[in-house]
């Protein structure tokens, strides 16, 4: 990693959104898929658009690889990072923005979790079909990256 873009990383993010360490970066080296493994450059782990802005925009003036994860459940090798390229999490964002319950329409953001959708819209007699196995800790973002699905899921 060059110094200007570990500054650039430095100054995009606050020092604990940023993973550059060697023990640190290892949960990150694989995905479900656990066959196979590579250490990443560097984790970011953004909490605002602004942050992932401020990344995306470091990545590409640096010529720098990335690969967006979220929680790192999928058994298809999607979030595998590079070894010069940098990890995106889209985990810190966690929230449910709105639900309407008449038009069927939650609007999430990425990180949120199968099953924090399906219990957000329980009172209203709804769920979230998509039941890959990892419906505890998955999440929206991954899903749709991934075309997950799973057991409760109609053609």
């Not at 100054?11 to 060697?22: H, V």
């Not at 066959?35 to 720098?64: M, N, S, W």
């Amino acid at each position: 990693m060059t110094p200007s873009f570990l500054a650039a990383l430095r100054a995009a993010l606050p020092a604990s959104a940023l993973l550059i360490e060697t023990e640190a970066l290892r949960p990150y080296e694989c995905d479900g898929l656990s066959a196979y493994r590579q250490v990443p450059l560097a984790v970011c782990l953004p909490e605002t658009i602004e942050q992932v802005q401020a990344v995306l925009h470091a990545c590409r003036v640096h010529g720098v690889p990335v690969v967006a994860r979220g929680a790192g459940t999928g058994l298809s090798g999607g979030a595998l990072p590079l070894a010069d390229g940098v990890v995106l999490s889209l985990a810190r964002f966690n929230r449910i923005l709105a639900i309407d319950a008449d038009n069927r329409l939650a609007r999430v953001q990425p990180g949120v979790r199968n099953l924090a959708i399906s219990e957000a819209v329980a009172p209203y007699g709804l769920y979230y079909a998509p039941d890959p196995s990892s419906q505890i800790a998955c999440s929206i973002g991954g899903n749709v990256a991934e075309n997950s699905g799973g057991v409760h899921c109609l053609k």
